[in-house]
């Protein structure tokens, strides 16, 4: 897909980190950019320093989420490029060591169902809005119509210890690509996602020193986090090239994450 000032493109979770860095890849290549973000001001400051318009959305709202894309496609028309980076997600063990009950108690459905909703559900619900939008649009070069990419995680393939919300949503995240690109397949619709190791997000970065080092040194090479702007490089690539389709691509300089 050529990308120029007349396409659109929607992020969430661009306020910030890898979504923030692929609003400004995008940006940078001359699309108009739409921010989908719960975070107003630091969605706001992103919109305008790439030229773009924010639109503040709960992922976990399918009102909401219909509404941002109401209010982007007002402002620069429907998206042909949909960069999905939010989550929501709980943090638990299947089961852990209560000292004060003297037992194990287990992570319960209702937080296991909350954090599967905030990740892999949200990625349904705003991937297939915005394919139902896409479907009315004219076709380009190759009957293409757009392109979806979901952010997934190397944990979907090597979740470590407290991470079975994460993990599994994460899973179920590439579990969606292949199924939905070969829905998609006829509207000319692609579909793709991507699995970030250890990156350098404002998230990451709150962490001690001493962590961020020992993260650095666990990844073969380059021995160092990854840079959001690498991530965002990736997106530009799947937008561009149209023969990426139906596939789940780790960007994580080869690690393999350990148990714990």
């Not at 739409?34 to 709960?58: M, P, R, T």
């Amino acid at each position: 897909m050529q990308i120029d000032n007349t396409t659109a493109a929607v992020v969430t979770g661009g306020a910030s980190g890898l979504g923030k860095a692929s609003a400004q890849a995008l940006a940078k290549a001359g699309a108009k950019v739409a921010i989908f973000d719960i975070n107003e001001a630091a969605g706001e400051a992103v919109a305008k320093e790439i030229g773009g318009i924010f639109c503040k959305v709960d992922i976990m709202s399918e009102e909401s989420v219909v509404a941002g894309f109401e209010k982007a496609r007002a402002a620069h028309g429907q998206e042909r490029i949909l960069v999905h980076c939010a989550m929501t997600a709980r943090r638990g063990k299947t089961l852990a060591w209560d000292k004060e009950a003297g037992a194990y108690k287990r992570t319960s459905t209702e937080d296991y169902a909350y954090g599967v909703a905030g990740i892999l559900t949200a990625s349904y619900r705003v991937a297939s809005l915005s394919a139902l939008g896409m479907s009315s649009l004219p076709p380009l070069e190759d009957d293409e119509r757009g392109v979806i990419t979901l952010t997934a995680s190397v944990a979907a393939q090597d979740a470590q210890i407290g991470q079975v919300i994460y993990g599994s949503a994460k899973a179920g995240v590439n579990g969606l690509v292949l199924p939905m690109a070969r829905d998609l397949m006829d509207l000319g619709i692609r579909v793709n996602s991507i699995m970030p190791g250890i990156f350098a997000t404002p998230l990451m970065l709150g962490a001690t020193p001493k962590v961020l080092d020992s993260l650095a040194a666990s990844v073969p090479f380059p021995r160092r986090l990854g840079k959001p702007e690498e991530f965002g490089s990736l997106v530009l690539e799947l937008a561009r090239n149209s023969y990426f389709n139906g596939q789940c691509l780790r960007l994580d300089g080869g690690i393999r994450m350990a148990p714990r």
